[in-house]
Structure formats: C-alpha cells, structure tokens
C-alpha cells in the first residue's frame, strides 16, 4: 500500500493525536468532570476519528479504484474493500 506509507508520517500524527484526546477523556471521567466538557471530548474524538476515516477512504479509492492502468479484477476488489471498510464504520 503505497499511498499509505507515503502518508504514514501524517497519518501516524493524526492517530497519536486522537491518543490523546482518548486520554484527556479518560481523565476527565476519572476526575469527575463537569458532563458538558466529557461531552465536547467525547465528540472531539469522534470528529478526529471521522477525518482520519474520510483521509483513509479516498486514499483507498484514488489508489485502488480510480488509479489509470487498474483491471477490472483490482478494481472490483478495491470497491469490495472500500466498501466492506464503510460498512463497518457505519454500524
């Protein structure tokens, strides 16, 4: 997967990232904190994790679907794939 190993910089700062606010939300119900700044944290991740998500989709269909020079086989199975990933996500 080149796509990804071009971008694994990026993308690992963007994981490390969303580590984070997992942290700081853990921290904020282990300190009891007030139930609006949980929530704020809580869609924060959610928000990064969507991003992250969207950034790994395209790059899956630009690479594995849409590239010039595909066959019909790799392209088919890169849909599957794409596909089979957003089903999940959206359960």
């Known amino acids: 997967m080149s796509h990804i190993t071009e971008h694994k910089d ?6 490390r990232r969303i580590g984070g606010q997992v942290q700081a939300l853990e921290r904020a119900l282990d300190d009891d904190a007030d139930c609006s700044k949980t929530l704020h ?3 924060a991740i959610r928000g990064a994790v969507n991003g992250l998500m969207d ?8 690479e594995h679907v849409a590239r010039p020079g595909l066959s019909d086989k790799e392209r088919n199975q890169g849909l599957d794939e794409v596909l089979e990933a957003i089903r999940r996500y959206s359960k």
């Open 10 to 15: 990026a993308l690992l700062k963007r994981v």
């Open 41 to 43: 944290l809580a869609a």
């Open 55 to 62: 950034e790994l989709i395209e790059a899956h269909a630009r």
